[in-house]
Every structure is written in structure tokens, then in C-alpha cells.
């Protein structure tokens, strides 16, 4: 009887582990600033997942966000407008409010970073071409 429950225990694990499916390797992307030496996420930009390869490559990860940062910003240009009507600076100035309550900055470089499989994130080496300036949680010309 013990032998025959046994079994039965060990099909059952191996059937529950046959219909799991495989981690799912994320890539996160992320615009920051720093403020005051806090650095502050204010939009989250968005990349597909990257089933085939694993959290070690962070470099695909890195280029997935580098891309994709250059695409909705026309190369970092905080004036570009997105589909939304806004533009780049717009939507920044808009994360920082609503995700910080912070109203103002001057003269802040938007820093591009990733993240592999929720480990750190990482600087890209990736700046907006234009200074990021908020008033009043507003973006303005700086």
C-alpha cells in the first residue's frame, strides 16, 4: 500500500510540474531623474517579454529598452508628441506629480534604465537630449 501511494505521489508532483509553464524572463525599462541624490522613476516604458533567452542577458534587455526609449522619443526629444497627445516632457513632468507629488525640478538629464528579471536596475548609458524642466507639475522650456 505504502509503494502503491507512493506512486501515486510522484505522478501527481510530475503531472502539476508538466503544467506549469516557464518563467517568464522580464525586461523592464524605466525614464528616472535625480533629485536631491534620490533617483526618482517617472515612466515606465514598455517591452516584451524575452521567453527564449535568460536573466543573465541583461544586455538584450538594455538594447530592448535603448530602442524602444529612442523610438517613443525620437532619439530623446522630450518635445516629441506621443499618440496620446502629450508630449515626452508632458508625460515626465506628469509621472513625477502623480508618482511622487513632486511639482518641480530644473535642468534634470532623464536617465534610461533596465531591469532583468526584477534584479537591479541599471543604467543604460541612455540621457534625453533635452533637460527635463517641471513647474507646478507642468513641463516647461528650461
Known amino acids: 500500500m505504502m509503494k502503491i501511494c507512493v506512486a501515486v505521489l510522484i505522478s501527481f508532483v510530475a503531472l502539476v510540474g508538466a503544467q506549469q509553464s516557464p518563467a517568464t524572463h522580464t525586461c523592464k525599462c524605466g525614464a528616472y531623474i535625480t533629485l536631491d541624490n534620490v533617483e526618482y522613476e517617472i515612466f515606465i516604458l514598455h517591452v516584451p517579454t524575452f521567453d527564449a533567452l535568460s536573466c543573465y542577458d541583461t544586455k538584450e534587455c538594455k538594447q530592448s529598452c535603448d530602442a524602444e526609449w529612442k523610438r517613443m522619443t525620437d532619439d530623446g526629444d522630450l518635445k516629441h508628441e506621443l499618440a496620446n497627445g502629450y508630449t515626452v516632457g508632458e508625460e515626465l513632468c506628469t509621472g513625477l506629480?502623480?508618482?511622487?507629488?513632486?511639482?518641480f525640478c530644473n535642468k534634470k538629464p532623464v536617465y534610461v534604465y533596465s531591469n532583468t528579471c526584477d534584479g537591479p536596475w541599471i543604467w543604460n548609458g541612455v540621457t534625453s537630449a533635452e533637460e527635463l524642466c517641471c513647474h507646478d507639475g507642468r513641463y516647461t522650456d528650461c
Open 97 to 103: 506629480k502623480h508618482g511622487h507629488g513632486i511639482l
